[in-house]
Nanobody, 122 residues
């Protein structure tokens, strides 16, 4: 049984940093990613990483967020620096069965975590 368990969310002030973690159990995945959903908005792509270390970022977080993974621990991380109020959202970890290129599409991911709240106050 596959499970993705996120941790690390919280309430911070603008300019602060947070690190999210997502531990996968049951199997390993070629591609893992982070998405977020703010109140009243659609879920959107944040970042993704392949087993090889290739990464992709949404323009809104490029230069501020860093995705990484520890393949031995089957865990992916999202280091978020210089946080802004508009980063406030529920952050979801996702994993893809596909061995193709990284995708930003929600339908490209097969497993999802329960989400962790990140709130950035101004």
């Amino acid at each position: 049984q596959v499970q993705l368990v996120e941790s690390g969310g919280g309430l911070v002030q603008a300019g602060d940093s947070l690190r999210l973690s997502c531990a996968a159990s049951g199997r390993s995945f070629n591609a893992m990613g982070w998405f977020r959903q703010a109140p009243g908005k659609e879920r959107e792509f944040v970042a993704a990483i392949k087993w090889s270390g290739i990464t992709d970022y949404a323009d809104s977080v490029k230069g501020r967020f860093t995705i990484s993974r520890d393949n031995a621990k089957n865990t992916v991380y999202l280091q978020m620096n210089s946080l802004k109020p508009e980063d406030t959202a529920v952050y979801y970890c996702a994993a893809a069965n596909s061995f193709g290129p990284i995708t930003r599409r929600i339908v490209g991911y097969d497993y999802w975590g329960q989400g962790t709240q990140v709130t950035v106050s101004s």
